[in-house]
T-cell receptor
Framework: EADIYQTPRYLVIGTGKKITLECSQT?????MYWYQQDPGMELHLIHY???????EKGDLSSESTVSRIRTEHFPLTLESARPSHTSQYLC?????????????FGEGSRLTVL | KNEVEQSPQNLTAQEGEFITINCSYS?????LHWLQQHPGGGIVSLFM???GKKKHGRLIATINIQEKHSSLHITASHPRDSAVYIC???????????FGAGTTVTVRA
């Protein structure tokens, strides 16, 4: 069973609020990822990290920001949420020296911005 | 055009039937993942392939690198196999994943 956790699972907030989606893994993985997925659509990479103090933007432009101060923790923050941010956000991590390690996903955070 | 195309988009089967999901990709890859996503959003990794064939229980995954094609087979399907199955490729040029849109599988008892 994967040891990667996301909170909150569901969040409904008003426009303009600041939110942080938490992602933690206890497997010691260096590589962590944030994906955004709209209903019925494919996942899109919005942020990734290959280790502490390393963060990069993904393929899909996002107004969110991330930080990686500790190996196990990779939070995603939206400074001012808007209805266009309504989506599901999935956190993942992978193991291995190369880029071909098995992927482990969290349960997802479903965000609704009113 | 998406780099990863899956077919069919939706599939309904009777319990016990053999199911095949196809994945074609248009980029160079280092590996290919098959993922399972249940209602509620959680995703589980089923297979990671770079060549040949892998089997786990009733699931079989194959990949043909020359053809840029992979298949996921479910033998003796069961209602608990109902889920969205996602193909994802690890691009060899930048080591980022590209995802297919998923195949929604419904297995009726």
């Amino acid at each position: 069973e994967a040891d990667i956790y996301q909170t909150p699972r569901y969040l409904v907030i008003g426009t303009g609020k600041k939110i942080t989606l938490e992602c933690s893994q206890t497997m010691g993985h260096d590589k962590m990822y944030w994906y955004q997925q709209d209903p019925g659509m494919e996942l899109h990479l919005i942020h990734y990290s290959y280790g502490v103090n390393s963060t990069e933007k993904g393929d899909l432009s996002s107004e969110s920001t991330v930080s990686r101060i500790r190996t196990e923790h990779f939070p995603l923050t939206l400074e001012s949420a808007r209805p266009s941010h309504t989506s599901q956000y999935l956190c993942a991590s992978s193991e291995g020296q190369g880029a071909t390690g098995e992927l482990f996903f969290g349960e997802g955070s479903r965000l609704t911005v009113l | 055009k998406n780099e990863v195309e899956q077919s069919p988009q939706n599939l309904t089967a009777q319990e016990g039937e053999f199911i095949t999901i196809n994945c074609s990709y248009s980029v160079g890859i280092s590996a290919l993942h098959w993922l399972q996503q249940h209602p509620g959003g959680g995703i589980v990794s089923l297979f990671m392939l770079s060549s040949g064939k892998k089997k786990h229980g009733r699931l079989i995954a194959t990949i043909n690198i020359q053809e840029k094609h992979s298949s996921l087979h479910i033998t003796a399907s069961h209602p608990r196999d109902s889920a969205v199955y996602i193909c994802a490729v690890l691009r060899s040029n930048d080591y980022k994943l590209s995802f297919g849109a998923g195949t929604t599988v419904t297995v009726r008892a």
